[in-house]
């Protein structure tokens, strides 16, 4: 079983920029598309970014379009968020997931059809 494993979050200001990475050991994540989701102290997981496999698919949920970037490197077997203009309240714990039976295509959220999460990293978002 592969082990997802999420990184790069921190304590930024409102208007900051973090960026999460998503890597795997002993899996390489190449032939699937992958969703980054959050969830906020209180609050259901919500699915925020996916990509497809080749990164030419990707959605964003509507609040965070325009300021978060998906992107993969599948050389070196991981999957970056970029996130830009933090806003107030945006504190979450981050996870990546990687989705069963898409490759070519990716279910924004699609909770159901998710197979391995890594732990998390948690993003907090204060002045």
């Known amino acids: 079983q592969p082990q997802v494993v999420e990184s790069g979050g921190g304590s930024v200001q409102p208007g900051g920029s973090l960026r999460l990475s998503c890597t795997a050991s002993?899996?390489?994540?190449?032939?699937?598309?992958i969703g980054w989701f959050r969830q906020a102290p209180g609050k259901e997981r919500e699915g925020v970014s996916c990509?497809?496999?080749?990164?030419?698919?990707?959605k964003h949920v509507d609040s965070v379009k325009g300021r978060f970037t998906i992107g993969r490197d599948n050389a070196k077997n991981t999957i970056y968020l970029h996130m830009a203009s933090l806003k107030p309240g945006g504190t979450a714990v981050y996870f990546c997931a990687t989705y069963v039976h898409y490759g070519a295509r990716c279910p924004l959220g699609g909770l159901y059809s998710t197979e391995f999460w890594g732990k998390g990293t948690e993003v907090a978002v204060s002045s």
């Open positions: 002993g899996a390489t994540l190449d032939a699937i598309a």
């Open positions: 990509i497809s496999r080749s990164g030419e698919v990707t």
